[in-house]
């Protein structure tokens, strides 16, 4: 079968053969890696399976909710790695956590950065 064999349908050819070894060797680890995930996610911590934990109706609210709880799954996990590879002694510096500088707010906006007010 050659490569525009499929005509409207090539989008969905797969160049390597399914089941094939070097399908198994490609394929295996993203699946293994995404099914990972998806148990965290629907695990007990934010059982994002269950619909009682997502209370929000209507499609948006229910997309963001959960796009919000991915977010927290990722901050999970991205803290859970550096605790397990971060040596305990070596301690935390401010270089390594992000700063903002705190300056009184007088409620004008920066100049240069905002618009100019509309004309009466």
Do not use: C
């Not at 490609?26 to 059982?47: C, M, Q, S």
């Not at 709880?69 to 002694?89: E, G, I, M, S, Y």
């Amino acid at each position: 079968m050659g490569k525009d064999d499929l005509g409207h349908l090539d989008k969905f050819r797969q160049d390597l053969p399914y089941l094939s070894p070097a399908w198994i060797r490609t394929y295996k680890p993203v699946r293994a890696n995404t099914e990972g995930i998806n148990g965290r996610l629907k695990g007990h911590d934010l059982d994002l399976g269950n619909p009682k934990t997502r209370l929000a109706h209507g499609r948006v609210a229910q997309s963001l909710l959960t796009a919000l709880l991915v977010a927290v799954a990722n901050d999970h996990l991205l803290d859970q790695w550096r605790h397990t590879h971060q040596p305990q002694d070596e301690p935390v510096t401010p270089a390594d956590t992000p700063q903002t500088p705190v300056e009184p707010f007088d409620g004008t906006p920066p100049t240069g950065q905002s618009r100019p007010p509309p004309t009466p």
